[in-house]
C-alpha cells in the first residue's frame, strides 16, 4: 500500500509538535524532513538540533532528505540526530556507492534521490544496496510548486526495472504531489508519496492527511 510522509517545510514552524502529532493521527507513515544548506539548493532550512527535538516527540520514522552538498561530512550526524531512513543526492557526492556504504553501516535505511533531469542510469551500479529511490518532481529548494509532468515516465520507467530485477527497493515522490494527482503517481508506481504545502497549507492538518490516506488506501 502506498505511503504518505507529509513535508515539513511547509508546516507551521511556531507549532511544530501539535503539526506532527495532527499527521501522525491522520495515518502518515514518515515524517519528511527537507534538510537545505543553501548551497545545494537555493534555500536554507534547518539541521541536526531540529531533528533531534522532532525524534523526541515522534512515534513514526524520520525521513531524512539531504539537500546538501558533500552529504557524506554529515552522515553520522544526521543518523546520531534520529533519521530513520538517509537520503542523499546522487549529484552532490563524489562517491556515491562509498556514502551509501557509510549509512547502512549504521543499520539505517540508505536512499539515493535523483533531480527530475538526472537519468536513472546513474542508479545501474548502485540500485541493489539500496532501500529508496527519491524521485524529485520539481526542481528541490522550494514547496509549493507543480508537479513536472516528464517524471511521470521516470516513474513507470523504474518501477519496471526494480520489477525485472525483483528488487524490493522503495520509490518515494517528492514535489507537487496534491490530492488531484495523488493517485495516479501512486498507480504509476510511486511506494511513497511526500506532500507538502497541499498538507500544511490547510488549518486541519489532521483531516487532510487522512484524505491521502484514503485515496492512496483505494
Ligand atoms: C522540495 C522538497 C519537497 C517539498 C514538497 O525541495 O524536497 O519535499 O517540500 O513540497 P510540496 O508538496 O509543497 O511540493
Ligand atoms: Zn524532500
Redesign the pocket.
Known amino acids: 500500500m502506498t505511503k504518505i510522509a507529509p ?4 508546516a507551521d514552524f511556531l507549532n511544530l509538535k501539535q503539526e506532527i502529532q495532527d499527521i501522525s493521527l491522520g495515518g502518515a507513515d514518515l515524517i ?1 524532513l ?1 534538510v ?1 544548506d543553501g548551497n545545494y ?1 537555493p ?1 536554507i532550512t534547518f539541521g541536526m538540533p531540529i531533528i533531534k527535538s522532532i525524534k523526541k516527540i515522534s512515534s513514526i520514522p524520520l525521513d531524512v ?1 539531504l ?1 546538501i552538498d558533500k552529504p557524506e561530512r554529515y552522515i553520522d550526524d544526521f543518523i546520531d540526530a534520529g533519521a530513520d531512513i538517509l537520503t542523499i543526492h546522487a549529484e552532490a557526492t563524489t562517491h556515491l556507492h562509498r556514502t551509501i556504504q557509510l549509512i547502512k553501516s549504521r543499520g539505517i535505511k540508505a536512499g539515493v ?1 535523483l533531480n527530475p533531469a538526472t537519468p536513472l542510469d546513474v542508479l545501474e551500479y548502485i540500485m541493489d544496496e539500496l532501500d529508496l529511490i ?1 524521485l ?12 513536472i509532468k516528464a517524471v511521470e515516465r521516470k516513474i513507470q520507467t523504474l518501477k519496471n526495472r526494480i520489477s525485472a530485477d525483483y528488487s524490493n527497493v522503495l520509490i518515494e515522490v ?5 490530492l488531484d494527482n495523488a493517485k495516479h503517481i501512486a498507480d504509476l508506481g510511486a511506494d511513497i508519496l ?8 490547510y488549518n486541519d492538518v489532521r483531516a487532510r492527511t487522512e484524505q491521502f490516506k484514503i485515496l492512496v488506501s483505494e
Open positions: 513535508s515539513i517545510l511547509s519528511h527537507d537545505m539548493v534555500n532528505h539537500m534521490s527519491l524529485m518532481s520539481v526542481n528541490p529548494g522550494f514547496g509549493g510548486q507543480s508537479f517528492d514535489g507537487g504531489i496534491k511526500v506532500i507538502g504545502s497541499d498538507i500544511f497549507s
